[in-house]
C-alpha cells in the first residue's frame, strides 16, 4: 500500500470515528476526482487528502493551491449533479486532510471548511 493509500485509509478511520459516514472514497469522473465523500449531522464533506513524508518542505495542506480548489469544486459540482438528489440538500463543506507519515507513523491534521468552492456558479 502506498503512503497515500494510507494516509487516506487513515483518515477515513479519523472521520469515522468523528462522527462522520463515508459515502465514497476516490470517486472519478472522467478527469476529476475526490478522495473522500462524507457525511456528518452538519452536512457533506469533501474532503482532499494530502499525505507528506516528514522531510519535504512543504506543509501538505499548503500543496491544495487555487487549481486544485477549482478541480476539486468541479468535482464536486459532478457528484452533486449525479448523487445530490438522495442527499437532501445537505450543507456542503470543502475540507482538507494532511497527514504527515513520519517512520510508518501518521498524524493527521484535518482543517474542515478550508475553502469555499472555487470556479464558475458552484450550487
Not at 34 to 44: N, P, Q, R, W, Y
Not at 66 to 71: E, H, I, N, P, Q
Not at 97 to 119: C, K, M, Q, T
Request: include cysteine; aromatic fraction near 8%.
Amino acid at each position: 500500500m502506498t503512503s497515500g493509500s494510507r494516509g487516506e485509509a487513515a483518515v477515513a478511520e479519523y472521520l469515522t470515528e468523528h462522527g462522520h459516514t463515508i459515502l465514497d472514497r476516490n470517486w472519478r469522473c472522467g478527469h476529476l476526482e475526490l478522495d473522500i465523500v462524507s457525511m456528518d449531522k452538519l452536512g457533506l464533506h469533501f474532503v482532499e487528502v494530502k499525505t507528506r513524508s516528514s522531510d519535504e518542505a512543504l506543509a501538505p495542506q499548503e500543496a491544495v493551491g487555487a487549481v486544485k480548489m477549482k478541480r476539486l469544486s468541479a468535482a464536486a459540482k459532478m457528484y452533486l449533479s449525479r448523487k445530490g438528489s438522495r442527499l437532501g440538500g445537505s450543507e456542503v463543506f470543502f475540507d482538507i486532510a494532511a497527514v504527515l507519515d513520519r517512520d510508518n507513523h501518521l498524524e493527521i491534521n484535518y482543517f474542515p471548511n478550508a475553502f469555499l468552492p472555487l470556479g464558475d456558479s458552484f450550487l
